[in-house]
């Protein structure tokens, strides 16, 4: 069966970019998969909560910043140069343990350069294949990013936690190289092209504006009636338990469920791997359902709440983990139909890495205010009324599903 050329391009495009999030998601879950060996070391859930904390903040500010910034600024650089210096402040961050805040500061900046990656990589793949193969090729980044997980906590099975941090930032080293060459090579074929899309003409009454702030002040309108408010919703609250709540897994595996620290940690690579399979279901489900993104988001807040209430009902450890791992899943379904089709379908606002960039700033940001909360939370209040915080979550998530008369549809 021979391939398009459009289909080839997107498999080039789609590759690449995949390996390269998969590298970013294996650094992003060091510091998670490694937190019960760094517990036992010594450090404390307050100071390790701390470090996640200030980590998503920078993340959060880079995607704002570098998201903007990847409009204007050829995706090959971007990731290439993030994936780089990433590499560099997540390597030496474990052996500044004398000075515990000059690593927090570290391990944040860090956050900040892994942010120069995802806004620009779905920017040149929404702008450089047709729109069936950029909602696939984002697929590929999700299932990268749900994948990374379980290979941190593989890592951290078999290794000290200072090589976790090594081994990760050793695989973005080689992604960064990888990048520039595949690059160079695509845009000398003509597969990837820059500045195909521009915003929109401004109307009538925006004329009078300065030309730039005119086509900006039109393609934030055509944001707004493409339901940026609503998915800007959808995005704090996925990212409050696609990040934090998983972050948190291996701690409450050990400690609430009563495994030993290698048992937690080895439990905690198997529900991550179950994880990865997410995206797939997330898009089953939107296609049985007609690719209606409105609907897509309801069903999966929907079971989010069911699974967290009986994951609260259900103390039984294998069947409680269970639950819970379906609770995560349910909204990391939600977040999948975010980033995998919502985003790739902006293209013609022509702010798609902006946009990009916006969104993964309220997830990550509102991940870094719960992950204080939660870390202050299990000493004041318990897990189990923590789980009672969580169940809230997903019963928010459903009234911000709830289907309006606006709907917009992406090709799948």
């Not at 179950?274 to 898009?283: E, G, H, R, W």
């Amino acid at each position: 069966m021979k391939i398009s050329e459009n289909a080839k391009k997107a498999i080039y495009i789609g590759t690449i970019c995949s390996f390269a999030y998969f590298a970013v998601y294996i650094t992003r879950n060091a510091l998670s998969a490694a937190a019960p060996q760094m517990l036992a070391a010594g450090y404390t859930e307050a100071y390790i909560g701390s470090v996640s904390s200030l980590f998503f903040v920078f993340y959060a500010i880079g995607q704002l910043i570098n998201g903007c910034i990847g409009d204007r600024i050829k995706a090959k650089w971007m990731i290439s140069g993030g994936l780089l210096l990433a590499a560099v402040a997540n390597g030496v961050f474990p052996y500044l343990v004398k000075t515990p805040n000059l690593a927090m500061i570290v391990y944040a900046m860090s956050g900040f350069f892994l942010a120069m990656i995802y806004a620009p990589m779905v920017k040149v793949t929404a702008e450089n294949t047709e729109p069936i193969h950029a909602v696939r090729c984002s697929l590929g980044h999700a299932f990268a990013s749900f994948f990374g997980s379980p290979v941190a906590g593989l890592l951290a099975t078999f290794l000290v936690f200072q090589s976790v941090f090594v081994v990760s930032s050793a695989s973005m080293v080689v992604m960064a190289v990888a990048v520039i060459v595949t690059f160079i090579y695509m845009e000398k074929c003509g597969m990837v092209r820059y500045g195909q899309y521009t915003r929109p003409a401004p109307s009538e009454q925006e004329e009078e504006k300065p030309k730039a702030a005119a086509r900006f002040g039109a393609a934030v309108k055509q944001l707004y009636r493409l339901q940026i408010v609503k998915f800007s919703l959808v995005s704090i609250l996925t990212g409050i338990v696609r990040t934090s709540v998983v972050f948190w897994l291996p701690t409450y595996i050990v400690q609430y469920l009563s495994y030993s620290e290698t048992e937690g940690t080895t439990i905690f690579t198997v529900c991550t791997l179950v994880m990865s399979l997410t995206t797939f279901i997330a898009i089953y489900v939107y296609g049985r359902l007609k690719r209606d993104m409105n609907k897509t988001v309801l069903v999966m807040f929907v079971a989010t709440a069911l699974f967290f209430l009986l994951t609260y009902l259900v103390a039984q450890p294998i069947l409680n983990i269970t639950f819970l791992v379906l609770a995560i899943m349910a909204a990391n379904g939600a977040a999948t139909i975010l980033f995998s089709c919502y985003c790739p379908s902006l293209r013609d606002t022509g702010l798609v890495s902006s946009a990009t960039g916006y969104l993964d700033f309220l997830s990550y940001m509102a991940a870094a205010i719960a992950n204080v909360i939660f870390a202050n939370a299990v000493t004041s209040i318990g897990w189990g009324n923590l789980l009672l915080v969580w169940l809230a979550l997903g019963v928010v998530g459903i009234f911000i599903g709830l289907p309006y008369k606006r709907k917009h549809k992406a090709s799948a």
